[in-house]
Nanobody
Framework: QVQLVESGGGLVQAGGSLRLSCAAS????????MGWFRQAPGKERECVAR????????YYAGSVKGRFTISRDNAKNTVYLQMNSLKPEDTAVYYC????????????????WGQGTQVTVSS
């Protein structure tokens, strides 16, 4: 069992930055691939970034590549999402999730989810 708690969301102007954190409970954090998803009203939940168990490999959705950076600190049981050059279309609830699948990008491949944190980007 892994429990995930996100923090760091908020309201920011377009062009600004936010750093999301996701703290995980348990001693098996390093066994999971970690992903960040987002869901805007009326839209499907999409994977914006994923990081391997050791942190040596990442995946980004095309819409965020070059602006967002995912990282993890296994000693602190925490995964981060640094979001720069934010746009109004980045507005969504952001979720972190844990998966046992090495290349998980679909929400159905993730076993554990946080409660989400709201990110709002004003124009």
């Amino acid at each position: 069992q892994v429990q995930l708690v996100e923090s760091g969301g908020g309201l920011v102007q377009a062009g600004g930055s936010l750093r999301l954190s996701c703290a995980a409970s348990g001693r098996t954090f390093s066994m999971y691939v970690m992903g960040w998803f987002r869901q805007a009203p009326g839209k499907e939940r999409e994977c914006v970034a994923r990081i391997t168990r050791s942190g040596d490999g990442t995946y980004y959705a095309g819409s965020v590549k070059g602006r967002f950076t995912i990282s993890r600190d296994n000693a602190k049981n925490t995964v981060y999402l640094q979001m720069n050059s934010l746009k109004p279309e980045d507005t969504a609830v952001y979720y972190c999730a844990a998966s046992t699948y090495l290349r998980a990008t679909s929400a159905s491949e993730y076993n554990y989810w946080g409660q989400g944190t709201q990110v709002t980007v004003s124009s």
